[in-house]
C-alpha cells in the first residue's frame, strides 16, 4: 500500500501543479479582459448561474460530460431537474421581456453535484465525482476562454500578415480560391451542407467524447486518455499562435465580407500576386484566428480518435475531416498554409497529452520535439519566405506536404510503438504417433 501511494503522489502532484496553473491562466485572462472594458471567463462562466447563458448546448454539453460519472437512473433525474429549472427561468424570462436562452439548469446541477461531492461523497466516489464536474466546466470555461482569446487577438493585433500567408499559398497552388470557386459552383444545397458540418464540429466531438468516456461510471475510473483532454488543449494553446502571427483569412482580407478594411476584392476569382507581402490594418472586432486553423486541428484529433471505434464512428471521423477541410478553404476562413500547420499541430499536442497520459519516454519526447520544430519552421517560412515559396511552388510546395507527412509518420510510428498489436501465435499441430 504504501509502495503503491509513492508511485501515485508524482501523478497527484503534477495534477495539483495543473490546476493551480489552469487556475492562474484563467484569472490572467481575466485581467487582461477587463483592461479591455470585456468580462472575462470567469466573470461570463458565473453570470451565467443567473443571467441568460450565451449558449444553452455548450452548457448541457458540459452537463452530458459531468454525467458520464453518474449511474443511469442519476442522469435521468439529474437531466430532469436541470430541465425543470430551465423552465423555470424560461418563465420568468418571458414575463420579463428578457433575452431566451436556456442552459442554467445545467450549470445548476453541475455546481449541484460539485456541492454533493465535497459535503455527501469520500474517497474514491469524491474523486471521480469531482473528476466529472471538473470536466464539465472545463468544457464551458475553455469555449469562454477562447471567446476571451479572439478579442484579445482583434484587440492587441491591428495589423495582420495575410498577404504573406497568401503569397506562401502559391506554393500549394492557392488552395482557398480553388475551393471558393468549388463551393460557389455546388450553389446553396452545397453551401448549407458544408456549413452543417462546419458548425457542428463541436457536437460531433461532443457525441464521440460520450461514446469514448461510457463505461466511466461502471469502471470508476477515466481512461488515461481521451478526445476531450486534446481538444481543450488545443483551445488553449493555439490562441497562442494568434497573437504572434495575426491572420484573418481571405474571405476577409480579399473577399467581401472585410468591406471597407479588405486590401482587395479578389476571393475567389482572381489569386494574389506575388509581389513583396505587407501588413496591413484591420478592424477591432474580427478575430485573428487562422493560423494555425484550429477546425483543422480539432478535426484531425476527432479523426484520430475514431480510429479506434466502430466502423460507423471511423467512417463519421473521415467525413468529418473531409468536410471541415473543405469547408474551411471553401468559405475563405483560411489558407492552405493554415491547415498544412493546423494537422501539425493537432499531432503536436495528441502526443504530448498522449505521452503525459502513458508517461513520458524517448519516443514520445523526440515526436512533440520534432513536431514542434517542425512547425516553428512551418510558421517562419510563412513570415520569411513567402516570396520565394510563391517564386519556387514546385520546391516549396512538395517541401510542405512532405514536411506535414513526417510528422504523421511520425505520430504513426510512435503511437504503434505505444500500442503494439498482438498478433496470435499459431500453436505447432499435435503430430500423430505412430505406435
Given at each position: 500500500m504504501i509502495e503503491l501511494d509513492e508511485r501515485?503522489?508524482?501523478?497527484?502532484?503534477?495534477?495539483?501543479?495543473?490546476?493551480?496553473?489552469?487556475?492562474?491562466?484563467?484569472?490572467?485572462?481575466?485581467?487582461?479582459?477587463?483592461?479591455?472594458?470585456?468580462?472575462?471567463?470567469i466573470v461570463n462562466q458565473a453570470r451565467e448561474v443567473i443571467f441568460t447563458p450565451t449558449s444553452g448546448p455548450l452548457l448541457y454539453a458540459g452537463l452530458a460530460l459531468m454525467m458520464v460519472v453518474l449511474p443511469w437512473r442519476q442522469r435521468f433525474i439529474s437531466l430532469g431537474?436541470?430541465?425543470?429549472i430551465d423552465v423555470v427561468f424560461f418563465l420568468v424570462r418571458w414575463v420579463v421581456d428578457a433575452k431566451m436562452m436556456f442552459g442554467n439548469g445545467a450549470l445548476w446541477v453541475i455546481l449541484g453535484y460539485a456541492f454533493i461531492a465535497v459535503t455527501r461523497r469520500t474517497g474514491k466516489e469524491r474523486v471521480l465525482l469531482l473528476k466529472g464536474v471538473g470536466l464539465g466546466l472545463l468544457l464551458v470555461a475553455g469555449h469562454k476562454t477562447g471567446d476571451t482569446w479572439l478579442m484579445i487577438t482583434s484587440e492587441t493585433r491591428p495589423s495582420v500578415l495575410d498577404a504573406y500567408v497568401a503569397t506562401a499559398d502559391h506554393a500549394l497552388g492557392n488552395p482557398s480560391w480553388v475551393m471558393g470557386r468549388f463551393v460557389e459552383a455546388t450553389g446553396p444545397i452545397g453551401y448549407h451542407a458544408l456549413h452543417l458540418v462546419y458548425g457542428q464540429l463541436p457536437l460531433a466531438a461532443a457525441v464521440f467524447a460520450l461514446y469514448q468516456l461510457r463505461n466511466v461510471a461502471r469502471e470508476g475510473r477515466f481512461p488515461a486518455h481521451h478526445l476531450v483532454r486534446t481538444f481543450l488543449a488545443i483551445g488553449l494553446v493555439g490562441p497562442v499562435v494568434y497573437m504572434i502571427f495575426p491572420v484573418v483569412g481571405p474571405v476577409f482580407a480579399y473577399g467581401a465580407e472585410g468591406g471597407q478594411w479588405a486590401a482587395a476584392n479578389l476571393w475567389p476569382q482572381t489569386p494574389l500576386s506575388t509581389g513583396a507581402p505587407q501588413a496591413f490594418p484591420f478592424d477591432e472586432i474580427t478575430p485573428r484566428n487562422c493560423m494555425p486553423?484550429?477546425?483543422t486541428a480539432w478535426a484531425t484529433t476527432l479523426f484520430i480518435h475514431t480510429r479506434e471505434g466502430s466502423r460507423l464512428l471511423r467512417n463519421a471521423g473521415t467525413f468529418w475531416l473531409v468536410g471541415t477541410l473543405t469547408a474551411t478553404l471553401g468559405f475563405g476562413y483560411h489558407y492552405g498554409a493554415d491547415l498544412v500547420a493546423g494537422v501539425v499541430f493537432a499531432l503536436t499536442v495528441e502526443a504530448t497529452m498522449r505521452a503525459f497520459a502513458r508517461g513520458w519516454d524517448r519516443a514520445g519526447v523526440t515526436l512533440v520535439v520534432y513536431g514542434s520544430v517542425v512547425f516553428t519552421a512551418l510558421v517562419v517560412s510563412y513570415r520569411y519566405l513567402p516570396v520565394e515559396m510563391a517564386r519556387y511552388p514546385w520546391v516549396f510546395g512538395p517541401a510542405l506536404l512532405l514536411a506535414?507527412?513526417?510528422?504523421?509518420?511520425?505520430?504513426?510510428?510512435?503511437?504503434?510503438?505505444?500500442?503494439?498489436?498482438?498478433?496470435?501465435?499459431?500453436?505447432p499441430e499435435p503430430q500423430l504417433v505412430q505406435a
Open positions: 501515485r503522489r508524482p501523478r497527484v502532484i503534477l495534477w495539483a501543479v495543473a490546476g493551480v496553473v489552469t487556475f492562474g491562466f484563467l484569472v490572467a485572462m481575466e485581467v487582461v479582459a477587463r483592461h479591455y472594458g470585456m468580462p472575462g471567463p431537474i436541470a430541465a425543470g486553423s484550429l477546425h506535414m507527412a513526417s510528422v504523421i509518420y511520425g505520430y504513426l510510428r510512435t503511437t504503434r510503438l505505444w500500442n503494439p498489436q498482438t498478433v496470435p501465435v499459431q500453436q
